[in-house]
């Protein structure tokens, strides 16, 4: 099993959820506010990665803003250019705040992966610094319009997580652990967490794999079901009896079987190149084997 932040967070947030993007493989509909934050990510890491501790001009970072732009989701061009302006005002308040102390990052966009014994924990963490004193700071940026409440920055599990797999692959424990909200250009940042803290993250994302494992996987309905892509085919929601409803919940029925022939194609194919034949082609099925 592999699990990431944003995989945890989302069975915890509904169980059924996780298993219709994670096990079903059915993808999420493209949304605007998806499209903007991927390309807000893909700006503030050109920015960054540079070979020499020189930033670009603001203006070759919003050509590049436009040059990376992901349309997907929107539902009109005046839409999108609403969205396209907002990350420009979003980057160029960035750049005026951040840019008068550039330095080059130790790491940019850095892919891990831990072994957790039954399972796998993998993510990409945005940003590693380190500063004058020697001390590193990891950052994530958050393209929410707000900093969530304390109690929910407290108990999120993204910050200790990037501070496991720094101890893991780099062998370092960072001093400061921060969020970066790029619409309100504010910072979160926290400490990191000591030996009972990391203890209380594992036993929570080992109760996760565990329950994923044996197929724990009820509806939860909470704030965000009225923006979840899977709310026509969930069982809480999906039972209009309007015509609309009937149409829109046999489209996501239609897209999810598609999905499933998708994987079981691709898991015959990769059993066949193993020499090993898809069940039924030797008469296992039928009972003849």
Aim: charged letters at 30%; one cysteine or more.
């Amino acid at each position: 099993m592999r699990l990431s932040y944003t995989a945890i967070s989302a069975y915890e947030r509904c169980p059924l959820s996780y298993r219709y993007r994670y096990i079903d493989g059915i993808e999420e509909e493209p949304s605007p506010h998806l499209s903007f934050g991927r390309s807000l990510h893909a700006a503030l890491e050109w920015l960054y990665r540079r070979d020499v501790p020189v930033p670009p001009t603001l203006d070759e970072l919003l050509e590049y803003l436009v040059s990376c732009w992901s349309s997907e989701g929107f539902a009109d061009q005046e839409e999108e250019e609403a969205f396209l302006e907002h990350a420009r005002e979003v980057l160029s308040c960035f750049y005026h705040v951040n840019m008068a102390d550039f330095r080059l990052p130790v790491a940019l966009e850095e892919r891990f992966e831990l072994d957790m014994g039954d399972y796998a924990l993998s993510g990409v963490i945005d940003r590693m610094d380190r500063h004058s004193d020697g001390r590193y700071e990891i950052i994530d940026y958050k393209t929410n319009r707000r900093l969530p409440e304390l109690s929910r920055l407290r108990e999120d599990l993204q910050l200790p997580i990037y501070q496991l797999a720094c101890r893991e692959v780099w062998g370092i424990t960072p001093s400061k652990l921060t969020f970066y909200y790029l619409l309100p250009n504010q910072r979160f940042s926290t400490r990191p967490l000591d030996g009972e803290g990391i203890a209380r993250v594992r036993e929570r994302i080992d109760r996760v794999a565990a329950l994923i494992s044996h197929g724990h996987f009820s509806p939860t309905p909470n704030r965000l079901c009225p923006w979840c892509s899977y709310r026509d085919i969930c069982p809480e929601f999906g039972r209009d009896d309007g015509v609309e409803g009937y149409r829109s919940r046999l489209r996501a029925l239609l897209r999810r079987r598609e999905r499933l022939s998708e994987l079981i194609s691709e898991l015959e194919a990769e059993m066949t190149s193993l020499g090993i034949a898809p069940e039924g082609d030797d008469g296992e099925r039928d009972g003849a084997g």
